[in-house]
């Protein structure tokens, strides 16, 4: 069982890294200004998400297996720079206004959700991150190691969502100001396609660990 000094101190180095800038927090502010607070809250669901199912690799040995295999890095590294690039396509061909769309809402929720999950699943930072960021915090005289990883990944989830939830909604509060006319659903529009593509590029040219990729 994980102590609660040792979990204490897990949310803590998680919570310093949520506060870094990075793609997570990008997807789901760029989400919540072109769609609202419930695109948001979507984005951050989908996060948390792929944090329990990166949990359950890491639990089951799925993760070693994958990082075992040298292309893995690059496989999931070009396959999300594809699924980024799609994502940003779509968001330029998304009709002007059609954010602010009753009808769509919930269609766009699941969309948004599913988005999220497959952008951080094909994320070969977030495997290597439970391949060797939660370890650390394992302590084996405590009891079963997989046990342990479950309840680490399973907090990170939790609180992954409690933390880029409360971003979509903050990112929603901004986007409500901002006038809903189709010129400015336009520019929401074309602004998550740039953040989309800006990600792409990103993930392009992430380094490969020693031993990873070509």
Known sequence: MVDAATLGLFLLAVLALFLTPGPNMAF????????????GMAAALGIALA???????????????????????????YAGVVYLLWLAW???????????????????????VRSSLVNNLVNPKALLFFLVFLPQFVVPERGHVGFQLAVLGVSLAAFALVFHG??????????????????????????????MTGLAARLLFLEPPPGKGA
Request: proline share 4%; no cysteine.
């Open 28 to 39: 789901v502010l760029s989400h919540g200004v072109a769609h609202g607070a419930r695109g």
């Open 51 to 77: 944090d329990l199912a990166h949990t359950l690799f890491a639990v089951t040995g799925i993760t070693a297996l994958v990082s075992a295999w040298a292309p893995a890095f690059d496989v999931l590294r």
């Open 90 to 112: 779509r968001a330029l061909r998304a009709p002007a206004g059609m954010s602010a769309a009753p009808t769509h809402s919930a269609q766009r929720f699941g969309s948004i």
């Open 166 to 195: 409360l971003l979509g909604a903050l990112s929603g509060h901004v986007s409500r100001r901002l006038n809903r006319s189709p010129e400015a659903s336009r520019a929401q529009g074309v602004v998550l396609a740039l953040v």
